[in-house]
């Protein structure tokens, strides 16, 4: 089957206190318990103090400021201009209270996960020698609005292949959308072991798609090339055509090892809110669908994703860079364009400045032009030598975006 077509519908790593292989836990399936938003309020209000006025200027930003909400990426720094205070900016106490907000607003897993992406950029900042776009400095924070028990705020980290935005609102700490991904996808860590800080994910989607039958198999795989994102950066506010297999078709040891990957996305956020998210997704199961890009053979370049009413989780292999060990792939969609220039063969990937002939500041694409290194005007596209080693991905809430719920 072709690539995505008719999909987009308009709608309303290590730290200074150390991280662990988000592999060795599982996603929280914990009964609801005490709401964590009064501890996150008061770790962001205990961070706000250890800034100087500068500083909390450069961080704060009016709840009202939707334009900022929206600004995140999965470009390297050189590629994509972030407002909010950077990472390599801040002194060792302010990183430490910093770190303190996102560990009590996500779960050991979900922390341990983003930390270990987090290191990849690092990696990859050495692996390269590009340390002038790549690497931890380079993230950038953000609070927006007032951190507060009675009125909602966020929170916001992120920048090459991994951002979190985090609404807290009404008792409820949300994190859609957020980014999930990383470069390299397999690297060493300074204690010698080998961190794949998406690794049970992947082996999980593997054994999913191979537990299927012919029918089902038939139903969920709709092309044998892996695609990019459809909801990458910048596609706010739309949603995702039912296709592939519907969820209520699978058995319930398929249905509970599809809810095992979905629950490390849903699990991101503290175990109290994740269990809410998870009973969400539940409730719509039979209106959520497994789709699938590419081959099912395990350690293969693949696309998936699981759509529905109120999730849409997306991984996507991209192209390899060259001088990665591992990494694969030649331009286009492989190797490391020089700083400022077109990427993926002349069209930025998903995530970059849609300015015009794939290059970042330089007007607007016209009508049905390929965005987020999609094709025919659709994002998803087909991905140029997609390795294994390059993800991206998304989990986001259509019914539930920057925590619209709890703040309407």
Known sequence: M?????LLIPSACSSSDGSADPSATTAATAPAGKSVTPEVTAAAKEFLAT??????????????????????????????????????????????????IMKVSLSTEGYNRVLSEWDADEALAKQTGQTDQYGKQYYYLAVIGTPSDSSPWMW???????????????????????????????????????????????????????????????????????????????????????????????????????????????????????AIRMNEVRSVLDQTYLAWYGPTTKGSAAYFRFSGPNLVIEYSPQGGMAGVPGAGGSLPGGGTPPSGAPQNGGTPPSGAPQNGAGLPNGGTPPSGAPQNGGAAGQSGGQTSGASTNHIHGVYRDPSNEYGAKYTS
């Open 2 to 6: 072709g690539a995505v077509a008719a």
């Open 51 to 100: 800034l100087d006025d500068s500083k909390k200027d450069t961080v704060s930003f009016e709840w009202s400021d939707d334009e900022q909400k929206k600004k995140w990426s999965n470009f390297p720094a050189a590629l994509y201009s972030r407002s909010g205070l950077r990472w390599g900016d801040m002194s060792e106490t302010q990183q430490k209270a910093w770190l303190k």
């Open 156 to 274: 916001q980290w992120g920048g090459h292949h991994v951002t979190v935005n985090a609404t807290i609102a009404s008792g409820v700490v949300s994190v859609t959308p957020s980014f999930i991904g990383d470069q390299p996808a397999s690297y060493t860590d300074a204690d010698g072991k080998t961190v794949r800080p998406l690794g049970d994910i992947e082996d999980e989607a593997f054994a999913l798609v191979d537990s299927l039958d012919d029918d089902q198999k038939k139903a969920a795989v709709l092309g044998d090339t892996p695609i990019d994102l459809v909801l990458g950066p910048g596609e706010d506010g739309k949603t995702i055509a039912a296709e592939g297999l519907a969820l209520s078709e699978l058995n319930s040891d398929q249905q509970a090892a599809a809810l095992k990957v979905i629950g490390h996305y849903t699990g991101l956020v503290d175990d109290t809110d994740a």
